[in-house]
């Protein structure tokens, strides 16, 4: 079940306005499907069901037909309102043009039709609402499952959370760790690069974007400068095209690029990404090492521990509930800066890994209205911080 909070909030919504467009994005796995299905139950209004997975070609035209399907149950049940549901919309061209023209006609008629369209790919969905349904809609971002829901489902301790990150699918056969590990690869990993990714957006240079994702992980938590990474990658690509590539990997909830903190947008904009993965399992999917192994390498296992908080933090900022960054000046580093309106926070990470040294100091000295927060040793445990909500957190 997830937070009560969250479907009550969605409940509120669809009751509040004959016709009402609520959108939910979210990367696979997240749980989009089971949350509508249990905001279905408490709404309790006839509903119609659909996946553009079973679309084919047909388009903007197949949302017509169960449109119209939705619109005659509407009449042959005698029901005051339906709910369409739409999943993976952003599968079909020019979804957003034809859901804007069948609304305006209910909104006409004052046919009291809602609408859910859901997506993993969150990027595809805000271009099509953006475009064509700007002011019709609100939208629920869904992250990857938290330490907290994953110990109410499945009674996972932390530290098997951060191995087998926020994946509820994959709960089941964690006992086999190589068979988890292909269902990864194979389920998650290449089913979101090759169907949410490649086939739904131009990507020139598809192998480039394999081996970033690729590199990503591998240095999940660390600073690469674009010219680096090419370096390493082979490729005789540019860095605008990196930069692009890890947007689209970062808006199927894969790989993200936390850009460095300065008073200037434009150095923001043109620092060396710091890679952050939004699930920890990604990590572990593409380990050699085992889940016992690698605890055993405080080192390593450490680094685990940082990405864990650093995809807790991403999460956050996925849902807009303050800006992430990192900070380095010379040798000092600041793992994580929050900013949120007028207030910051400088985050340092101990989970006693070799690693460069602190900047916490330096970076009070130049931004002395910051606030600081140490997560792990002599801080609030690093257990503890993956329970907070996030929206709290400044």
């Known amino acids: 079940m997830f937070q009560r909070s969250e479907i009550e909030k969605l409940e509120s919504r669809m009751k509040e306005k004959r016709n009402f467009i609520q959108v939910i994005a979210g990367p696979r796995q997240a749980g989009k499907t089971t949350l509508v299905g249990q905001l279905l139950e408490r709404l309790n209004i006839p509903s119609h069901y659909v996946s553009a997975d079973s679309a084919g070609p047909q388009g903007a035209l197949w949302i017509e037909k169960h449109w119209e399907a939705a619109r005659r149950m509407l009449i042959s049940e005698g029901a005051r309102e339906i709910i369409l549901v ?52 609100e939208m629920t971002l869904m992250g990857h499952w938290t330490l907290k829901e994953m110990q109410e489902a499945f009674g996972w301790s932390p530290e098997q959370y951060v191995w087998y990150g926020g994946y509820p699918g994959s709960a089941v056969i964690v006992d086999d760790e190589m068979r988890w590990k292909r269902y990864l690869a194979d389920s998650i990993v290449e089913t979101t ?96 090492e085992s889940f016992s192994s690698i605890r055993e390498h405080p080192d390593r296992w450490g680094r685990y521990v940082e990405s864990a908080v650093g995809a807790h933090l991403l999460d956050g900022s996925m849902k807009g509930h303050y800006r992430l960054f990192y900070w380095r000046k010379g040798n000092r580093e600041v793992d994580f800066v929050l900013a949120r309106g007028e207030k910051i926070m400088a985050m340092e990470v101990k989970t006693g890994r070799i690693r460069g040294r602190s900047g916490l100091d330096d970076f009070r000295k130049e931004y002395p209205h910051a606030s600081v927060m140490l997560v792990g040793d002599k801080g609030i445990p690093w257990q503890k911080f993956l329970r907070t909500d996030t929206a709290g957190i400044i």
């Open 193 to 288: 690069i090759s169907r949410d990714i490649l086939m739904l957006t131009r990507v020139d240079k598809p192998a480039l974007l394999r081996r970033l994702f690729e590199t990503g992980v591998r240095y999940s938590g660390m600073e690469l400068s674009y010219n680096k990474i090419l370096g390493q990658l082979q490729d005789a690509g540019n860095t605008t095209t990196l930069s692009h590539y890890l947007t689209l990997l970062g808006s199927a909830g894969l790989l993200s690029g936390i850009e460095k903190y300065s008073g200037s947008f434009a150095r923001q904009r043109a620092s060396s990404p710091k890679f952050m993965v939004h699930n920890t399992a990604l990590m572990s999917s593409a380990d050699i």
């Open 86 to 137: 739409i999943d993976e919309i952003q599968k079909l061209e020019n979804w957003s043009e034809m859901v804007k023209k069948l609304w305006d006609e209910d909104t006409w008629t004052r046919t009291p039709l809602k609408l859910i369209i859901s997506g993993s790919s969150r990027l595809l969905l805000q271009e099509g609402l953006t475009e064509s349904l700007g002011g019709r809609f």
